[in-house]
């Protein structure tokens, strides 16, 4: 047992956009593998470092360490055409790196009619829409599930495949053209686009599973990346306002391939306030000038979405979301991000219940009851200084100190990273 290498997991306590990116970024240093588990390029991780500023979509962000090897699992949507050109970007930013990447042959590939289907959905639903980015994650899982998904193993078995797309596309367009009104797709046309990458998945593909079990039981050191945050989880977040994967830690161990019994740290990281994108309840939210200061003074460069560029939400640090957020992950310790932005704030309020129809809940509710929900605010004074240099605990100033030690109560986890800027060596020491 005790040769046995370490598994932690880096994963969301919230809505998702809390800093995961930079979390791993740091932690890959002491790693020799990183896997993404879930979801695809829906949304992006952030990385500054010493070749510039990254937004990571499918590449899991181990990718700047040249020792590290990165994998995607099979627990993804992977979208060949999209991850070529995120490989050119990041080639662009840093020319010289030469950085190793595995995808799992049993990866599902998000295809064409996915995006499609997720266009015109929204559009149909209107004022109703999910705000989806669009990049046909729901759709393409949806068909994951109902067993008709073309894993990447697949583009190396051509009279295989012909016959499943021909299969899918019969049925796809009978959707597309019946609900939607909009032209068939050719699956031919799918063939051909995905068969390209036939030389470029010989490169990359290999058995995860089985890589992975033997570089564990090597004693490995394994770091597993979670995309967006547990309330966006299908099964215990903010239903229906959700992602269509599991973003929980529990699935980790599915998404990469290891036994669940092999993850013994689990890293759920919050930021210092909360921040929110797409639609859904939002109980500690802020609106007007209140909303605008913090958005503009947010993340690396105000709160905007890293993979679609729109607005973040955002409002003050709910501690009954985080506490639900971190227990579903199963949080064994708490990374806190952007504790630095709070710096501004004479007093900062931390919402520690709701109330609902006249009641004081600390439990988090569902949906229903979250939309009527409350905040109900307990005000810890600011502490009113840049403290973005600051690398030792006891160095900073009492007040955030106090934040932070306030948060770890009302959490119920110890803050084991605590993060005070956006680049790399941004780091408090505890
Ligand atoms: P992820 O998806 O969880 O990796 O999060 P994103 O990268 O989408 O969003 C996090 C934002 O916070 C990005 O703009 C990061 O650059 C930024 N960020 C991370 N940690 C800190 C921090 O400690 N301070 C500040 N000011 N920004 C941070």
């Known amino acids: 047992m005790s040769d046995r290498g370490k598994v932690s ?14 979390i791993t970024d740091i932690k890959a240093q002491d790693a020799d593998i990183v896997v993404r588990f879930q979801g695809g390029s829906n949304a992006g991780h952030t990385i500054l470092n010493k070749f510039g500023k990254f937004a990571l979509h499918q590449l899991p962000s181990g990718v700047f360490y040249e020792d590290v090897v990165n994998i995607i699992g099979n627990g993804c949507a992977l979208n060949l055409e999209y991850l070529e050109r995120e490989i ?15 995808i799992d042959s049993r990866v599902p590939l998000v295809l064409p009619h996915h995006i499609l289907l997720d266009e015109l959905e929204e559009a149909r639903r209107g004022d109703k829409a999910f705000g989806s980015t669009k990049a046909g994650i729901a759709p393409f899982y949806s068909e994951k599930y109902i067993k008709e998904g073309i894993q990447l193993n ?10 499943r797309l021909k299969y899918l596309y019969e049925k796809a367009n009978l959707i597309i053209q019946n609900v939607y009104n909009a032209p068939p797709v050719d699956y031919m046309e799918v063939f051909e686009r995905i068969t390209k990458y036939k030389d470029f998945a010989e490169k990359h593909m290999i058995d995860a599973t089985s890589f992975l079990r033997k570089s564990w039981l090597d004693g490995k050191n394994i770091l597993l990346e979670g995309q967006l945050g547990a309330l966006r989880d299908p099964g215990l977040g903010i ?23 092999a993850i013994t740290e689990i890293l759920a990281v919050t930021k210092a306030y909360s921040s929110c ?5 939002f109980v500690t939210e802020l609106f007007g000038e209140l909303a605008e200061e913090l958005r503009r003074l947010g993340g690396d460069a105000g709160e905007y979405g890293a ?44 919402c520690v219940a709701y109330e609902v129809n006249g009641e004081q809940i600390t439990d988090f509710p569902v ?6 929900a409350k905040p109900v605010y307990t005000t810890l004074p600011g502490f009113k200084t840049d403290i973005r240099g600051i690398r030792h605990f006891k160095d900073l100033p009492q007040n955030a100190q106090n934040y932070v030690r306030f948060i770890e109560e009302q959490v119920g986890l110890p803050v084991a990273v605590l993060s005070n800027g956006p680049k790399r060596e941004e780091i408090v020491e505890l």
């Open 9 to 22: 997991a880096i994963v969301g306590a919230n809505w998702g956009d809390e800093g995961k990116g930079k």
């Open 88 to 102: 050119a970007k990041v080639m662009q930013g840093a020319p010289e790196l030469k950085f190793q990447l595995m």
């Open 154 to 163: 697949e583009i190396f078995h051509e009279e295989h495949l012909k016959a």
């Open 239 to 261: 239903y229906p306002y959700v992602t269509s994967s599991h973003t929980l830690a529990g699935f980790a161990s599915v998404g990469a391939g290891l036994p669940p019994y």
């Open 277 to 281: 994108v797409g639609a859904g309840p």
């Open 307 to 350: 993979t679609t560029g729109r607005p973040r939400r955002v409002g003050y640090f709910d501690a009954v979301a985080t506490r639900f957020g971190a227990q579903v992950q199963g949080a064994t310790h708490l990374g806190l991000t952007n504790l630095d932005v709070l710096a501004y704030m004479d007093e900062i309020p931390v």
């Open 367 to 372: 949906s229903p009851l979250l939309n009527i």
